[in-house]
């Protein structure tokens, strides 16, 4: 079985080390190369291609941000986990917005880099719990950017897995069934024309659902 290929990118030595410990640690994952420096990321990155780049978002001479955006201008296909110690939602909403399919918190257990990275190459999207946890609100004062498009109960669907939150916890908030909130999503998505949950995420930044 062909190992997922991980490139990482810190500009601290003591946690570019423990990140390799932990990723190394996994059967089926390999480090292909690292960087200390966004510019430098952004070189490696796209020369290796790995699966999945972990990138720092603060590092020196050009930030995580800026580097995701510049290996998304060039190669789609390379996902990326932004690694960070902010949980504020306007560093989740940029990072998202820059092309990162993963936003994981530094403080954050080692099992949860592991579960994004997977995540992400799986294409799917994977937003840290502790910082999904600053989103859970779904505020009724926001304005219905989908009059007319979406249902209420479709878009509140929608938000939530935007958001993070599993059909289960969807459909219980609600107080419906876990297929009737499948049914939500599908519809939803079909009239979005969106195709994945990165779609959705995407979608909810533009949209200002996660602001």
Known sequence: ??????????????????????????????IVGEAYDGA????????????????????PGM????????????NTTI????????EGRGYLQQLLAAGAEGYVLKASASEDLIRAIRAVAGGEVYIDPAAS?????????????????????????????AQG????????RL?????TVETYK??????LGLKSRADIVRYAVQTGWLT
């Open 40 to 59: 430098t990321a952004v070189r490696l990155v796209l020369e290796l291609c790995p699966d999945v780049a972990v990138m720092d978002i603060s590092m």
């Open 79 to 86: 996902r990326i986990v932004a690694l960070t110690a902010h």
């Open 133 to 161: 946890d600053n989103l859970m609100t779904i505020t009724q004062s926001h304005p219905q950017v989908n009059e007319g498009v979406l249902s209420e109960r479709e878009e509140e669907a929608l938000r939530s897995i």
């Open 175 to 179: 107080g419906v069934g876990l297929r």
């Open 63 to 74: 930030a995580g941000d800026e580097a995701t955006r510049r290996i998304r201008a060039e």
């Open 1 to 30: 079985m062909s190992k997922l290929r991980v490139f990482l990118a810190d500009d601290h030595p003591v946690m570019r080390s423990g990140l390799r410990g932990v990723i190394d640690a996994e059967p089926d994952m390999v």
């Open 186 to 191: 599908l519809r939803a998505m079909e009239k």
């Open 165 to 172: 939150h599993l059909l289960k916890q969807i459909a219980s």
